[in-house]
Each structure stands twice: as C-alpha cells, then as structure tokens.
C-alpha cells in the first residue's frame, strides 16, 4: 500500500472536479466518498442534490473563517492511497478506515480530541483512493503535519499487515523522487515508456558512469542529446546543474528541466563529484585480452577480474568500503547496458535500473578504494559496444557472471543492515542479470560442451578426478550437471597449457560461496577461463585429446589399428 502526498495547492475546488470528473483518459469509475471528517459530507457523486460547490464550501469553512491575511496561500492537502498490484480489492469499508487512519497518522485529523482539519476521502477505481483535507484546523490552528510522509508509510506498512494485502519494504529517505501523476499521464500521452525525469536519470546516470571530471561528464551529457545548464557562483565556480530532454515541453513551448538532485540524492553535482575523489581514471582500450580481436572484449574481461575482488570487499569490508563498491557496482551495470549487443541489451538496462535503487544508503561511502571498478565502468564506456558473437559475447556472459554474485553480495550486505528496500532492488536487478546470462552464454557455453563431449575418456575421466579432489562436497552435483562437459573442457584447456587442474579448481570454487548458482558448472568455466587467461569464446581453440606427458601412438601402430 503506497501513500502519495502531493505537494499543498490552492484551490479545493478544481481537485474536487478532477476526483468526481472522468478522468483524463475516461479511467474514472463510479466517483463517491468512502469516509470523511464528520461522516455526514455531501457525496456529489451518488447523491443528486449534492453539489461540488457544496462539498469544497464545507472543506474549506475553518479557512474562509480566518482573517485574509492570515489564511495559508496553499491550503489544500492531498493524498493517494493506492494497493499493489494483484493486492484483492478492498470494500468501501475497509477504504473509509484506511483513510481515518492515513488522516490520524499525518496530524491532519489526529482524533482523541485534539483539533483537526476538515477531510473527504474519495473513490473512483477498484485500487486507491484520493484524500483532500484543507489546512487549518477547526480552532482555526495549523495542523501539525511535519513528516506527514513517513508517518503516512509508517501507517501503510501496518495496514497491510492487518488487510493482507502485500508488504511494501520500508523506505529511509534516500531513494529517488518518484514522478508525479501529471508527469507520468505526459509520458502516456506523448507515447514514452517512461517518464521524462525517469529518462534523464538513466542518460544522467550513463554519463557519470566512469567519467573522470566535470568536462568529460558534461561533454556526455550534451554528447546523449540532453539540454544542459550550468549554474556558477559570482566566482565563477560551478555550483550544480540542470538537464532537460530536447522534446519534453511546458504549456509555454519551454523545455522542462530537472536539477540533478531532483533525479536522484546521488545524481546532484557535489555527490558526483565525490566519484572522482579516488584519482584519475585512465583509458586502457588499446589493451587486449587473449584470444580477443578489440577493446571490448577486453575491458570485459577486466570488469570480470574487478567484480571478483569488489565481492569479497562487500562480504567482508568496512561498511563504508562496501557502501562504496556498491555505489561503484551501478556504475558498471550502467557501463554494460550502455555498451551491449542487442540480445542482452534490455535485460541489463532493467538490471541497471533496478540496482540504482540499491546504490544508496545511509551508509557513508569512503570513495577511492573503489577505483577498479570505475576504472571497469570507465573501460567499458571506451571500449565501444560488443558484438554478440566471438570473443566480446563470451567474455560479456563472463562479466555478467561475476557481476550475479557481486549484486547477489550487495543484496546480503543490505539485508543484514536491515536495507529494506535496498535489498530487495539489488535481488531484482540479480534476477535481470540471470536473464541477460542466459542469452550472453548460450552460444558459447553450447559450444564448450560439444567440445567437452568431444574429449577422450581417460581424459574426461581425469578431469572428474581433479573435481572430486577441488570439491569433494560438491562433485556429484558438478558432475551431474547439464554443464559439465563445458567444465571438463576448459579444464583441458588450463591443464594443456600448463596449469595444475586441482588448486586452480579450488581457488576458483574455495574463495565466494556458489549457493545462489543457475549451474555450478558454468560459474567455474567462467572463473576458470578468467584466472588462466585462456580465450572466453573457445570455438577457434584445439581440443586437447590427451593428457599432459602421455606418449602419442607410434605411426606404425596407427597403421596396424587402421589394418584391422
């Protein structure tokens, strides 16, 4: 159950006209009170003699009866209260007391016998209702309101409990403004997925990901398409900034601009900044990884290496370090959407968009120390967009593989410090990035299995030997997997070039925990192909068919086989 305090306006009468009108898209159904402040106001929806005029003169009363100069310039308070979706719909009833206790919670009608301020609740679809109250009280006193917000989500989370219906994670402040329904009902009407403040927090967002000082971030900015203003001091010194998308208009033909904070609390150009604390971030796209033809096959691989540290940083750091790589998490997810193929672009867009919720806290993030992984998101940025075949979409799934359990670590560390909301977005974005792995490590992992089927029984047998001593307790499980022959061949590959299988396969497997694992199998292909530096797509590799040290077949003997 989600309440929405809309911010005071000036004329009860005009909301009363949108609450009982048809709605802007006819979506207005039935329009009728459920509660209000004496139980005995007009309903102008289902009682013919009654009237708006009527309705919004008995709301406003205890203001008109104030002096004019004393009487509040904004005095109508305003709220939805709405359910979840596939919550059950609620009566009439069971809406008039959420409304009373809405009303007492907020210090707008508190009861007891204290004064309170003059309120109708309204109906008009099966899953909220509207709540308009006027703000002065009877004895002519202003309510006491302060944080009516929270105290509405206080009252909503033990509402739901009572009703059954589903239990909304308690928020702490920080996450982003939500868009209001006049945003949201544009957004409709121009056709756009999302809102035009939903927008520019992502294209934000992208910009700051692995940027390395302000010249770089605006460049960005304007570089995405975004209106863009600047606002300095009298010194000249920049004190923040606004952005705008080029056809999101006002009534006036002007364009519609957000000040960064307004995106999000991190967004605002202070909190950026913060980001670049730890030093200059370099380019390192000249760099390639083995086996890979360009840049972003290897700022993939880098980004795999990077997640691998920052998880045991997040499991087992300081907070404020773990606050840190997280926050420096979503700068990397943003870096890969933004630079992906087309079969996992969407999946990691949603991952990233779901993760921005679980950046913030309340925990203060010491920055610096998180440099690899802005370096990675930096390096994904500059190493240009990845083809889904070969090199770039093996190494993606492989980067997306360390990025599960990084994001499936932030989840934990949030949960355990009771982050609610937090949690629960970085557990969605986990979800998205389950999605795009599939799609990213199809193809390969598909060829590493014909390849695995492909190697000689001593040799496969060898390989399930060196799992059995790495992991006893999970060696069956391995082995039983649809994905083990893909293992059993990049443990070929390793051994062939010359790495002992055994402590590579503990290494890999002993350092983060594989509960949360689709398939183990895969997990230790991708940690193993990192740590031996061997190609991540391996269509062009030989197949190892004997193992290390084992004599080859004289000829003459090869001759006799063919003979029988």
Not at 467 to 475: C, W
């Amino acid at each position: 159950m989600i309440p929405s305090i809309n911010p005071p306006g000036d004329r009860t009468i005009g909301l009363l006209a949108y609450l009982y009108g048809p709605g802007k898209r006819e979506e207005h159904v039935d329009p009728h009170l459920v509660a209000s402040f004496d139980g005995m106001a007009p309903d102008p929806g289902r009682d013919p003699s009654a009237t708006l005029k009527a309705l919004q003169q008995l709301l406003d009363q205890p203001v008109q009866a104030l002096p004019e100069h004393a009487r509040p310039a904004k005095h109508v308070w305003h709220t939805s209260v709405r359910t979840a979706p596939g919550d059950r719909m609620l009566s009439d009833e069971e809406w008039a007391e959420v409304a009373r206790r809405i009303v007492a919670a907020t210090g707008i009608d508190p009861g007891e016998g204290q004064p309170g301020c003059r309120w109708a609740a309204v109906r008009h679809a099966d899953d909220h209702i509207h709540i308009v109250a006027t703000l002065v009280c009877e004895d002519g006193s202003r309510p006491d309101d302060f944080r009516s917000g929270k105290r509405a989500q206080a009252e909503a989370r033990l509402l739901e409990k009572e009703l059954g219906l589903h239990r909304v994670a308690p928020g702490d402040g920080t996450a982003a403004q939500r868009p209001t329904s006049a945003e949201r009902h544009k957004a409709e009407r121009q056709g756009r997925e999302r809102t035009a403040r939903e927008e520019l927090r992502e294209a934000v967002r992208r910009a700051a990901a692995g940027a390395q000082g302000e010249e770089e971030f605006f460049s960005r900015l304007s570089a995405a398409g975004l209106l863009v203003k600047k606002r300095a001091a009298p010194s000249g010194d920049l004190l923040g900034y606004k952005v705008a998308l080029p056809e999101d208009r006002n009534k006036d033909g002007e364009p519609v601009f957000y000040p960064g904070a307004r995106l999000a609390p991190d967004l605002s150009l202070p909190r950026i900044r913060e980001r670049w604390a730890g030093g200059d971030l370099q380019d390192r796209t000249g760099l390639k990884a083995p086996g890979a033809a360009g840049a972003p096959a290897a700022a993939r691989r880098r980004t795999a290496a990077a997640a691998w540290q920052a998880v045991l940083v997040v499991e087992h750091g300081e907070d404020g370090l773990a606050a840190a790589y997280i926050a420096a998490a979503g700068e990397v997810l943003d870096a890969l959407a933004k630079t992906s193929a087309a079969h996992t672009r969407q999946e990691l867009r949603e991952a990233a968009w779901a993760f921005e919720r679980a950046s913030r806290s309340h925990v203060r993030a010491v920055r610096g120390h998180d440099r690899a992984l802005r370096q990675a998101a930096r390096d994904l940025v500059h190493g240009g967009s990845a083809l889904g075949r070969g090199e770039d979409g093996a190494t993606t799934a492989m980067a997306i593989d360390m990025l599960f359990f990084l994001i499936t670590a932030a989840a934990h560390w949030h949960a355990r410090k009771g982050h609610a909301q937090q949690a629960e977005a970085a557990h969605r974005a986990a979800e998205h990035l389950r999605t795009a792995y599939r799609a990213a490590a199809e193809y390969p992992i598909a060829v590493l299995h014909q390849r695995g089927r492909r190697l000689a029984r001593p040799l496969l047998r060898r390989q399930a030997e060196a799992v059995h001593a790495a992991i006893p307790e999970l060696a069956e499980q391995v082995l039983a997997e649809p994905g083990w022959p893909a293992l059993a061949a990049t443990l070929a590959e390793a051994e062939a070039a010359g790495h002992a299988p055994v402590p590579l396969l503990s290494e890999a497997a002993g350092h983060r925990e594989l509960g949360t694992a689709e398939s183990i199998s895969d997990v230790l292909v991708w940690r193993l192909r990192r740590a031996a530096d061997l190609p991540a797509d391996a269509a062009s590799a030989p197949v190892p068919q004997r193992m290390p040290g084992a004599a080859s077949t004289p000829p003459r003997d090869r001759d006799r086989r063919r003979r029988r």
